[in-house]
Nanobody, 126 residues
């Protein structure tokens, strides 16, 4: 499964972006999809996940209330709406996918995912 992220860019603090993750040639039906990010000089961290089979979407504490993950089944994408951007949101954002459902505690673990995109860069200026 090839994943392609899009939607990154340069934005001022307080602004919004909508990131999209598409799976080349297929839908995300049957897959759990997560978003992660890696800020300059930092480790990769979990952002949010859309679990196959439903249930609440887990979010990192640092993004709760500002980020929203959603599926667009018509377009076969998993989107990450990012509002009220902060300079500390500057990072390369990656989507990842794994067939089947993950329990909440697994969704934040990079090793739980089998497929990764190349990332899209988000830069937030202050």
């Amino acid at each position: 499964v090839q994943l392609v992220e899009s939607g990154g860019g340069l934005v001022q603090a307080g602004g919004s972006l909508r990131l999209s993750c598409a799976a080349s040639g297929r839908s995300f039906s049957g897959y759990t999809v997560g978003w992660f990010r890696r800020a300059p000089g930092k480790e990769r961290e979990f952002v949010a996940a859309s679990r196959w089979g439903g249930g609440s979407a887990p979010y990192a504490d640092s993004v709760k209330g500002r980020f929203t993950i959603s599926r667009d089944n018509a377009k076969n994408t998993v989107n990450l709406q990012i509002n009220r951007l902060k300079p500390e949101d500057t990072a390369v954002y990656y989507c990842a996918a794994r067939q089947g459902r993950l329990i909440t505690s697994e969704t934040g673990q990079p090793r739980a995912y089998d497929y990764w995109g190349q990332g899209t860069r988000v830069t937030v200026s202050s």
